[in-house]
């Protein structure tokens, strides 16, 4: 069974920083890319950045480009999202997906950037 549970996120200043993990498990992780999806409210669901499976390359969103970094482990089963400089416009739930036979996701954080 394939889970993927999300966490990190939280309420922070504008200018701030958060990390944002993804937990996987019930398939083999190191075989595929993952991805960090946002959704704010009365948004479409947007995509943040990609992550090749063994790490490189990595494909960012233009509004994130600098500003966020995706990372995975292997060994560990997770991959993270470190974002930096976080901007009131980055206040959304963020998602992590899988794309195996399906399209599997996780239940998603919060993060809100607000002074």
């Known amino acids: 069974q394939v889970q993927l549970v999300e966490s990190g996120g939280g309420l922070v200043q504008p200018g701030g920083s958060l990390r944002l993990s993804c937990a996987a498990s019930?398939?083999?992780?190191?075989?595929?890319?993952m991805r960090w999806y946002r959704q704010a409210p009365g948004k479409e669901r947007e995509l943040v950045a990609r992550?090749?499976?063994?790490?490189?390359?990595?494909n960012y969103a233009d509004s994130v480009k600098g500003r966020f970094t995706i990372s995975r482990d292997n060994p560990k089963n997770t991959i993270y999202l470190q974002m930096n400089n976080l901007k009131p416009e980055d206040t959304a739930v963020y998602l992590c997906?899988?794309?195996?036979?399906?399209?599997?996701w996780g239940q998603g954080t919060q993060v809100t950037v607000s002074s």
């Open positions: 019930g398939f083999t992780f190191s075989s595929y890319a």
């Open positions: 997906m899988a794309r195996l036979n399906d399209d599997y």
């Open positions: 992550i090749s499976s063994a790490g490189r390359p990595t």
